[in-house]
């Protein structure tokens, strides 16, 4: 879902040239300020330990990043917020290249993706919280995946491993308003339901959904 969007947002950065090039330490992208979902964006200079690094805009997708990176390879501990517009508007241009269509399935399929990825995670967790054996197997209540819901009562999905799996980075999952896509992605590993619960709190709380258009 994450190439299918920046897919998107490269054919509208193309024609619009509203996109935004990659920020460096502390630096917000000027889009920011005239992308109207770009205010859902933390407005926090730090998350708890995590300083902000960069924040960069365009019409399909708004990120911020907190924490530590490598400026040449991105490697390092943070935490990603990305957020994607499947509702954005179809550059007057696209239909005299020929991507009128493809910016229209592009958008279908990013928020389909979305619900998808968040309703498999519910259901998973509903069909081991009704079958014991299976959860046992799993490794318990603390292998279940992460469900909550947002300030705006959306839901949001995080995975986590079974006990016999190596832990990795797993992201948080929602879709706000049937129209939002949102992804936080954490570099540090997902070890267990409470930890993922804890890790990701700060950056759902700090999220300002209110500003959404």
Not at 173 to 184: E, F, G, Q, W
């Amino acid at each position: 879902m994450k190439l299918l969007a920046r897919f998107v947002s490269a054919l509208a950065t193309g024609l619009l040239l509203a996109g935004c090039t990659p920020g460096v330490e502390a630096e917000i992208d000027d889009a920011c300020g005239e992308i109207p979902f770009a205010a859902a964006l933390p407005s926090l200079e730090a998350i708890g330990s995590r300083p902000l690094l960069w924040k960069q805009c365009g019409v399909v997708e708004v990120s911020a990043r907190y924490g530590q990176e490598d400026p040449e390879t991105g490697d390092g501990d943070h935490c990603t917020i990305n957020i994607n517009d499947t509702r954005f508007q179809t550059p007057d241009g696209a239909a005299s290249v020929g991507a009128d269509d493809a910016f229209e399935h592009g958008k279908s399929l990013m928020l389909g993706f979305s619900k998808m990825n968040v309703e498999m995670l519910v259901g998973a967790r509903k069909g081991y919280l009704e079958e014991p054996v299976l959860l046992n197997a799993r490794g318990g209540p603390s292998t279940l995946p992460v469900v909550g819901q947002l300030s705006n009562g959306d839901t949001y999905a995080i995975p986590v491993p079974a006990k016999q799996e190596e832990p990795g980075s797993e992201s948080l999952l929602a879709v706000i308003n049937d129209r939002y896509a949102l992804t936080i992605q954490c570099t540090e590993p997902v070890l267990d339901h409470d930890q993922a619960d804890a890790m990701y709190r700060p950056y759902i709380n700090a999220l300002q959904l209110g500003n959404l258009p």
